[in-house]
């Protein structure tokens, strides 16, 4: 079974600073990459998610995350963060379910 | 447009009363079926998926069950609840075929007092 792992339980950061969030995984075989994120009292929504081609992907509130296959890992990204980036992100693979890592907590302060 | 249905947000319950939770996914057909619980630190458990009508896979052997009666309709089910049972249940559902990733509902909060 595959596992997924988060390096960060909490990042705390202010606003404009970068922000970089890492997630490995175990499978070797072809996987399916996701960033999911949960904003207080919301949904988990889909942040980006990787299948195939250029290995830098965009996702949605400029967040891009870079596959590294040689590496088994799937980092997330941001330049510049706001303070309504506070959230918790999720990595997760895919080869027949959806395996997430425990998540991150980012806290942007103002 | 597809759409998923949970319910209810918030439950209570007694240590030993049964449990059922509801999930329906709207606007498609055969979808599979998940049902995760959120944990504090630990991220999302899968514990059961299904990929049609009566076909249910367990991935954590537990107090819990679950059923899929419909093509759209997913429940997760207990005869005695435990406090061990208190989470964050959510349902999500994918497309057979496409590279969607999952969709998730709104969850459930259940309280095992």
């Known amino acids: 079974a595959q596992s997924v792992s988060q390096h960060n339980h909490h990042v705390i950061l202010s606003e404009a600073a970068s922000l970089e969030l890492g997630c490995n995984y175990s499978?070797?075989?072809?996987?399916?990459l996701f960033w999911y994120v949960q904003y207080p009292g919301q949904h988990l929504q889909l942040l980006l998610k990787?299948?195939?081609?250029?290995?830098l992907v965009k996702g949605i509130k400029g967040f891009e995350a870079e596959f590294i296959k040689s590496k088994f890992s799937f980092n997330l990204r941001k330049p510049s963060v706001q303070w309504s980036d506070t959230a918790e992100y999720f990595c997760?693979?895919?080869?027949?379910?959806?395996?997430f890592g425990a998540g991150t907590t980012v806290t942007v302060r103002a | 447009s597809q759409t998923i249905h949970q319910w209810p947000a918030t439950l209570v319950q007694p240590v030993g009363s049964p449990l059922s939770l509801e999930c329906t996914v709207e606007?498609?057909?055969?979808?599979?079926l998940y049902w995760y619980r959120q944990a504090a630190g630990r991220g999302l458990q899968l514990l059961f998926y299904?990929?049609?009508?009566?076909?249910i896979s367990s991935e954590v052997p537990q107090n819990l069950s679950a059923s899929r009666p419909q093509d759209r309709q997913f429940i997760l089910s207990s005869k005695k609840l435990l406090l061990s049972d208190s989470g964050f249940y959510l349902c999500?559902?994918?497309?057979?075929?496409?590279?969607?990733?999952?969709?998730f509902g709104s969850g459930t909060r259940l309280t095992v007092v």
């Open positions: 499978y070797g075989g072809t996987v399916n």
């Open positions: 299904s990929v049609g009508i009566g076909q």
């Open positions: 999500a559902y994918s497309l057979v075929g496409t590279n969607y990733g999952y969709t």
């Open positions: 997760a693979v895919n080869d027949y379910k959806l395996s």
């Open positions: 606007g498609t057909s055969n979808p599979n």
């Open positions: 990787y299948f195939s081609g250029d290995p």
